[in-house]
Antibody, heavy 125, light 107 residues
Framework: EVQLLESGGGLVQPGGSLRLSCAASGFTFSSYAMSWVRQAPGKGLEWVSLISGSAYNAYYADSVKGRFTISRDNSKNTLYLQMNSLRAEDTAIYYC??????????????????WGQGTLVTVSS | DIQMTQSPSSLSASVGDRVTITCRASQGISNYLAWYQQTPGKVPKLLIYAASTLQSGVPSRFSGSGSGTDFTLAISSLQPEDVATYYCQKYNSAPLTFGGGTKVEIK
């Protein structure tokens, strides 16, 4: 059974830093791209970042580029998000999500088939 | 960057009704379009990818269509458990932008 468990959220002051972790189990972690998606209170989903299975490629939303860094440790089956220079508008639930990868017909889909329960990040003084 | 626009932002329909939600991309994305369902208090669930491929385990009353810039999610017969917010997402290239969401309620 695929499980994704986020941790590291909390209250941080504007300008501060936080590192989120996502512990994965139930699948071959290194074979799948992983992503962070956030949801501000009462708002819609916002894609934040994605990293390839090998960690060779990483992509970011413009809203976090230069402030956030995604990384992974395939030996520990863990995904990370280092968040620096945090702003009030970064306040959200942060979800870790697994990319589906190849389906049974060989089609590659960089969509998210498993999600963690999320960790709340609150940026406030 | 390509923008994803959903309409309507909310709708109310009766049990058994056919419901359709539209998603429009500001530029063509071929069929690199997914739909997710988020029921209240829950995490998002993948419904459809490649514009029309049903994810395993998703009821057949859900269907997707479209290509290029215009896409549709249809629920053939609305059920009480379908009360949720539905999001489209493009995945042809980063950024993997979500639409603003469509909230579906029972009348």
């Amino acid at each position: 059974e695929v499980q994704l468990l986020e941790s590291g959220g909390g209250l941080v002051q504007p300008g501060g830093s936080l590192r989120l972790s996502c512990a994965a189990s139930g699948f071959t972690f290194s074979s799948y791209a992983m992503s962070w998606v956030r949801q501000a209170p009462g708002k819609g989903l916002e894609w934040v970042s994605l990293i390839s299975g090998s960690a060779y490629n990483a992509y970011y939303a413009d809203s976090v580029k230069g402030r956030f860094t995604i990384s992974r440790d395939n030996s520990k089956n863990t995904l990370y998000l280092q968040m620096n220079s945090l702003r009030a508008e970064d306040t959200a639930i942060y979800y870790c999500a697994k990319a589906k990868g190849y389906d049974s017909s060989g089609y590659y889909a960089e969509v998210f088939d498993y999600w963690g329960q999320g960790t709340l990040v609150t940026v406030s003084s | 960057d390509i923008q994803m626009t959903q309409s309507p932002s909310s709708l109310s329909a009766s049990v058994g009704d056919r419901v359709t939600i539209t998603c429009r991309a500001s530029q063509g994305i071929s069929n690199y379009l997914a739909w997710y369902q988020q029921t209240p208090g829950k995490v998002p669930k993948l419904l459809i990818y490649a514009a029309s491929t049903l994810q395993s385990g998703v009821p057949s009353r859900f269907s997707g269509s479209g290509s290029g810039t215009d896409f549709t999610l249809a629920i053939s017969s609305l059920q009480p458990e379908d009360v949720a917010t539905y999001y489209c997402q493009k995945y042809n290239s980063a950024p993997l932008t979500f639409g603003g969401g469509t909230k579906v309620e029972i009348k």
